[in-house]
């Protein structure tokens, strides 16, 4: 049996129907359930509901053997397990945005993120020292209400940035949601998970051609 | 007054009696299989200079815990036990053309960069086997390892082996360049295979080419992987490398545990450490890599005496954690004494202990709670009162 950890939230409905391409039976109230722990027993798989920030925990620990995380939360928390497959699913970026005309603040610059490490390295990457912030959500309010000049957060649709009147200054890197493995089942289920790696990649596949025409 | 009997350092931790036995129950039994193949345990300092043992050291010079000496030279606790085992070795022990083999059971030190709980001390046990360039050399390291872990009790867990020097050479004849070798190399070290298919699309390569630098990744299993790393092999220096493997692959056959064993020929476990056949083991109930090893002939060389060597070591801790807690048949019994019979009582306890049991020795009025005292022993043996009997 493997152990499957799905990010709740963005990412979850997307994910679901990808394992459903790939052929995968699963009973709908995966979806709507508020259990934690789902067994797909005629599959051999269990479902583990987590915090997208915590499906890479979840794996590198071995709890879970295999999980679906975003390609910012594997930058972010830099975690010791297997990148398989690009899934091409909940396709964002990650961007600094300010308010129209921002002026770096010259001696104090903030900037305020969800994403401490990689705000920090991109910064640093650039030559300019600022302060990070560390919040935990609705990071836009923080230009508005004066906490810091500029955030760095994901982009989908850009709406969020709109409707709070602020600009995207800088992209910074692309996100897709990843197939990620833990080192010790990669080596003692190697098997199962490398067939769940071809249906996974068929599918993509097949959902890529889909796009195309 | 506050007290700060509770605090430790950072990744430090005390190891309490029940671990200790189980601890030590494993480290014996790995102790005595390494023994009877020969090899000499030996100990070395915790405290190396960092200009020659950290800087030799496999270890991330960010995971090194470093102090200062009087004299203002900088020291570091061991990261590991390769390089003072490399450094005494070519200072001392090695003659040359002499294989050598040592052993060791001890502690090393690597701070740790995120969460606070993850141990910076732990015990590896190990052996480097010095002087010899052959896969038999090879061959012995990873056999040994797998049947001292078969000793300590271990059951479900695997070996991967991979060879550094194909990788190398593949990467070298299709992309020509060492930065750009390495810029390659770092997504297999990383794991990051994404990365890795998305790199080798965006070179300007030939398809053939590309499709070679795609199928490493797909090397993977067992005795027949030989064979397709050798179909992709085109270069004097991949074809060393698949020969090695295939002729280790005889040789561990010979020890009798290929099924422990599978091959990955884009194992990549550090970034230029390992020269040639590397591997590690993984062990079911741990996410975490259990142990690990390989050759690596160019160590002994920055202590000036350049010479072939391979090694493995395996995480003490974490065997711990694979194996569970064992069960200790051996009794504890206690004795408790009044003042007047204190001789009788020694009398009977060094007979005991003579014959290798264990006996705690306990005037009476020493013991504020006598229900939890006596509930934490086997046995207990009360020589009280004047001329009282023995009671039980």
Same mark, same amino acid.
Request: hydrophobic share 40%; glycine share 8%.
């Given at each position: 049996m493997l152990t499957v950890a799905m990010p709740k939230g963005r990412i979850f409905s997307e994910a679901l129907s990808l394992l459903k391409q790939a052929g995968y039976d699963i009973p709908d109230d995966l979806e709507h359930s508020r259990k934690l722990m789902i067994d797909v027993p005629n599959e051999k798989l269990r479902f583990i509901l987590a915090k997208p920030m915590d499906v890479v925990t979840y794996v590198e620990h071995g709890v879970a053997d295999v999980g679906i995380a975003g390609k910012d939360v594997l930058l972010e928390e830099e975690r010791d397990v297997y990148e398989m497959l690009d899934l091409r699913i909940s396709p964002c970026y990650l961007a600094v945005a300010g308010l129209p005309n921002t002026r770096v603040h010259p001696i104090a610059p903030r900037v305020a993120t969800k994403y401490p490490n990689i705000a920090s390295t991109h910064f640093r990457e650039q030559g300019e020292q600022v302060e990070i912030i560390k919040l935990n959500g609705s990071v836009e309010l923080a230009p508005l209400i004066g906490l810091a000049e500029r955030i760095v957060d994901i982009v989908s649709t850009g709406r969020t940035l709109k409707e709070n009147g602020l600009v995207e200054l800088e992209r910074i890197v692309d996100v897709t949601s990843r197939f990620i493995v833990n080192p010790v089942s990669y080596r003692m289920q190697d098997r199962a998970i490398e067939h769940m790696v071809d249906r996974l990649t068929y599918a993509i596949e097949k959902a890529g051609e889909c796009n195309e025409n | 007054m506050r007290v700060f009997m509770f605090e430790k350092p950072l990744g430090m931790r005390d190891t309490l009696p029940d671990v200790y036995k189980t601890k030590r129950a494993l480290r014996e039994a790995m102790m005595a299989e390494i023994e009877t193949w020969g090899y000499s345990f030996i100990e070395t300092p915790t405290l190396e200079y960092d200009e020659t043992v950290g800087a030799a050291s496999a270890i &991330?010079?960010?995971?090194?815990?470093?102090?200062?000496?009087?004299? =203002?030279?900088? &020291?570091?606790?061991?990261?590991?036990?390769?390089?003072?085992?490399?450094?005494?070795?070519?200072?001392?022990?090695?003659?040359?053309?002499?294989?050598?083999?040592?052993?060791?059971?001890?502690?090393?030190?690597?701070?740790?960069?995120?969460?606070? =709980?993850?141990?910076?001390?732990?015990?590896?046990?190990?052996?480097?086997?010095?002087?010899?360039?052959?896969?038999?050399?090879?061959?012995?390291?990873?056999?040994?390892?797998?049947?001292?872990?078969?000793?300590? =009790?271990?059951?479900?867990?695997?070996?991967?082996? =991979? %060879?550094?020097? +194909?990788?190398?050479?593949?990467?070298?004849?299709?992309?020509?360049?060492?930065?750009?070798?390495?810029? &390659?190399?770092?997504?297999?070290?990383?794991?990051?295979?994404?990365? +890795?298919?998305?790199?080798?699309?965006?070179?300007?390569?030939?398809?053939?080419?590309?499709?070679?630098?795609?199928?490493?990744?797909? &090397?993977?299993?067992?005795?027949?992987?030989?064979?397709?790393?050798?179909?992709?092999?085109?270069?004097?220096?991949?074809?060393?490398?698949?020969?090695?493997?295939?002729?280790?692959?005889? %040789?561990?056959?010979?020890?009798?545990?290929?099924?422990?064993?599978?091959? /990955?020929?884009?194992?990549?476990?550090?970034?230029?450490?390992?020269?040639?056949?590397?591997?590690?083991?993984?062990?079911?109930?741990?996410?975490?890599?259990?142990?690990?090893?390989?050759?690596?002939?160019?160590?002994?060389?920055?202590? %000036?005496?350049?010479?072939?060597?391979?090694?493995?070591?395996?995480?003490? /801790?974490?065997?711990?954690?694979?194996?569970?807690?064992?069960?200790?048949?051996?009794?504890?019994?206690?004795?408790?004494?009044?003042?007047?019979?204190?001789?009788?009582?020694?009398?009977?306890?060094?007979?005991?202990?003579?014959?290798?049991?264990?006996?705690?020795?306990? %005037?009476?009025?020493?013991?504020?709670?006598?229900?939890?005292?006596?509930?934490?022993? /086997?046995?207990?043996?009360?020589?009280?009162?004047?001329?009282?009997?023995?009671?039980?």
């Open positions: - | &991330l010079d960010q995971q090194l815990f470093k102090l200062l000496d009087r004299e =203002g030279h900088t &020291l570091v606790l061991r990261p590991d036990m390769t390089a003072p085992i490399a450094r005494l070795a070519a200072s001392k022990l090695y003659k040359e053309g002499c294989p050598l083999r040592l052993a060791y059971a001890a502690n090393v030190f690597r701070a740790q960069q995120r969460e606070g =709980g993850r141990p910076a001390e732990f015990e590896q046990v190990g052996v480097e086997y010095i002087g010899d360039g052959t896969m038999y050399a090879d061959a012995e390291v990873i056999s040994l390892m797998i049947f001292a872990l078969k000793r300590a =009790g271990l059951q479900d867990f695997t070996v991967t082996i =991979g %060879h550094i020097g +194909y990788v190398d050479a593949l990467f070298f004849d299709i992309l020509r360049h060492e930065q750009r070798v390495e810029t &390659l190399r770092r997504f297999l070290y990383e794991k990051n295979y994404v990365g +890795y298919r998305e790199h080798v699309k965006s070179l300007p390569l030939s398809s053939i080419d590309r499709d070679r630098l795609l199928r490493l990744l797909t &090397l993977r299993g067992g005795e027949a992987v030989v064979a397709e790393a050798k179909a992709l092999a085109t270069t004097e220096a991949e074809q060393q490398a698949v020969d090695e493997l295939q002729q280790l692959w005889a %040789h561990i056959n010979q020890y009798g545990v290929t099924d422990m064993v599978k091959l /990955d020929m884009s194992l990549v476990s550090h970034m230029s450490y390992y020269t040639g056949v590397l591997f590690e083991v993984y062990a079911k109930n741990i996410g975490f890599l259990l142990g690990n090893g390989g050759r690596y002939d160019k160590l002994l060389a920055k202590f %000036h005496r350049p010479s072939p060597a391979t090694g493995f070591s395996v995480r003490l /801790d974490r065997l711990m954690e694979a194996i569970g807690e064992q069960r200790n048949d051996e009794k504890t019994t206690c004795i408790i004494f009044s003042q007047e019979r204190f001789a009788e009582a020694y009398v009977k306890a060094a007979e005991m202990r003579r014959k290798g049991e264990k006996v705690v020795l306990q %005037h009476i009025a020493g013991i504020q709670n006598m229900d939890q005292f006596t509930a934490s022993f /086997d046995d207990v043996v009360y020589v009280l009162g004047k001329h009282g009997k023995d009671e039980r």
